[in-house]
């Protein structure tokens, strides 16, 4: 379903509660911080310290993108396969019928 021009798939915005969460969360910062300059610095077990770098160089600097392999069959290319307009209409259709068609889910 595509939204119109100017118009947001949120019109509500975030939750009230997720707001308030952060800003909360978010005055224990500088303590915490401190916590993990602690540990880091006086820390007993390499773990711990470990532990309390990486925290601190994960908010400095965000965590260190993971790369994603993506291959196809034995480690080989990823076939793709072009398909006509026509090819495109009627899988998409075949999709929706078969979406219809479902079962709802039931909820955990």
């Known amino acids: ?3 119109q021009k100017g118009q947001s ?4 915005g975030r939750p009230k509660e997720i707001k308030e969460i952060q800003e909360l969360a978010r005055k224990h910062c500088p303590a915490a911080i401190a916590r993990l ?3 880091l610095s006086k ?3 390499d773990s711990a310290v470990v532990a309390a ?3 601190l160089l ?3 600097y965000g ?3 993971q790369a994603i392999a993506m291959s196809g069959p034995d480690g080989g290319p990823i076939e793709t396969k072009e398909l006509s307009d026509l090819d495109a209409v ?3 259709n075949f999709l929706l019928r078969k979406a219809a068609n479902a079962p709802p889910k039931e909820k955990p």
Do not use: H, L
């Open 43 to 45: 820390g007993k077990s």
């Open 37 to 39: 300059a602690k540990v």
């Open 9 to 12: 798939g949120n019109p509500g």
């Open 53 to 55: 770098a990486i925290a």
């Open 58 to 60: 994960d908010r400095a």
């Open 90 to 92: 009627r899988r998409i």
């Open 63 to 65: 965590k260190a993108p």
């Open 1 to 3: 379903m595509a939204f």
